[in-house]
Nanobody
Framework: VQLQASGGGSARVGETLRVSCAASGSIFSVMNAVGWSRQAPGKQRELVAV???????KYADSVKGRFTMSRDAAKNTVSLQMGRLSPEDTAVYYC???????????????????WGQGTQVTVSS
């Protein structure tokens, strides 16, 4: 199983960026949860958004209303549209997937089985 993150880059405060994650094969169709986490320098990894196989999406309070996670089953990708960016959003963003059972009420606890490499997002004022 391979997860390949792309997108990200640099943005100014208030701008929008998009990161995407492509999976090998059709693994997203068999995963019970897919999501995005991020890690800022000197900080612990933080869960950003998680989507269940049924399409229920949960967001961290810090991004709720600004970030939107989506899934394209035909392209076997998941994306994270990040709006109204702030410097606090600067981090390496990782996509991840969980094969085992997961329910949205377990949020924010997700024990992912697979991780992609990260993609850098930098927001400057």
């Amino acid at each position: 199983v391979q997860l390949q993150a792309s997108g990200g880059g640099s943005a100014r405060v208030g701008e929008t960026l998009r990161v995407s994650c492509a999976a090998s094969g059709s693994i997203f169709s068999v995963m019970n949860a897919v999501g995005w986490s991020r890690q800022a320098p000197g900080k612990q990894r933080e869960l950003v958004a998680v989507m269940t196989s049924g399409g229920v999406t949960k967001y961290a309070d810090s991004v709720k209303g600004r970030f939107t996670m989506s899934r394209d089953a035909a392209k076997n990708t998941v994306s994270l549209q990040m709006g109204r960016l702030s410097p606090e959003d600067t981090a390496v963003y990782y996509c991840a997937a969980k094969l085992g059972t997961w329910r949205s009420y377990e949020f924010p606890n997700v024990d992912y089985d697979y991780w992609g490499q990260g993609t850098q997002v930098t927001v400057s004022s």
